[in-house]
């Protein structure tokens, strides 16, 4: 740190540099510093002449940082946010309270967590969860983060992973979309298939049996939300593939069930975890929150399995889980 403050003209210079990287604007900085536009272009000046590179380029629209100023913008904000992290976490030690974030799918949260939220904060009455949302496929960085579901083959440099599932798939619906219309071909109206819109999935390449029993008269409903698209099978309006680290709550209950009358699941070769980056030490509330998620998530399918044992759900996992 003596070296870090002999190389600043003062460790306001860097809020300063934060808010004018950000805005890309040096007006906009003022005010949200809440000082003058001139005072924040000498502050600028001077962080500049005193690391003897400049840091932005000055356009008629605005500013843009330059490859140093780059450089710098990522280490201020990398820092600011491990700032905010430890002074969350000094304040949750205070009150008694820790924050869990999840970077979890509005599937996921919606038609599984959801039904089961109240067990979750009966378990962990400490504990405060706030949700990172993702609508379409489950990607992104999880660095500002505690946990995040991700299809990743395992742990690297960048992160920790602990297994939840191979990722099984089931077409699925209502039990009276599959008694009226899982017929397919004997049924004027055909099948309605719902997909997720920038979903990898092809339905008569992954389940063949479609082929013969929609070609030609099958339906597409098709939605950039997986929420969206299990709400319309739940409400009978079509056939959705099921992820069961997603649906294995409403199979078991029985609100969706197996789209054909000889249940069929398959794995792919892509695991589902829930990740942790290693810049941030996991917490015992996120480890107990990740190890809850997933003995939840397997006790589900173990129900699922004996429900419907044609699914070979057990054979599945054990085939497709690291050795």
Known sequence: MPTLRRQ?????????????????????AAAELGVTQPAVS???????????????????????????????YQ???QGFQDIELAIQEIRARSTGLET???????????????????????????IDLRFQLISGSVSGS???????????SGEDIHHQAALILPEILVPVCSPA????????????????LISLSDSRIDWFELFPSFQSEALGSAHSLIFSDYAVVLQAALLGQGIAVGWMNVVSHWLDTGALVPATPKPTA???????????????????????????????TRRDVAKVAERYPLLDLEALIAAHSPR
């Not at 892509?270 to 997933?294: F, G, M, T, Y």
């Open 142 to 152: 999880v660095e500002d983060v505690d946990l995040g579901v991700r299809f990743v």
């Open 75 to 77: 280490g201020v904000t």
């Open 8 to 28: 600043l003209p003062s460790a306001n210079a860097l809020f300063v540099f934060e808010s004018a990287a950000r805005h890309g604007n040096f007006t906009k």
């Open 42 to 72: 000498r502050m600028l000046s001077l962080l500049e002449s005193h690391l003897e590179v400049p840091l932005f380029l000055r356009t008629p629209n605005g500013t843009v940082l330059t490859e140093n100023g780059q450089i710098l």
């Open 100 to 126: 869990v974030t999840l970077s979890v799918s509005t599937a996921f949260t919606t038609h599984w967590l959801m039904p089961r939220m109240h067990k979750l904060q009966a378990e962990f009455p400490s």
């Open 266 to 296: 398959i794995a792919t070769e892509r695991l589902c975890h829930l990740i942790n980056s290693r810049k941030k030490p996991l917490s015992p509330a996120a480890a107990e929150v990740r190890d809850w998620i997933i003995e939840e």
């Open 177 to 192: 979309y599959r008694e009226q219309h899982a017929a397919g071909a004997h049924d004027e109206s055909g099948v309605t």
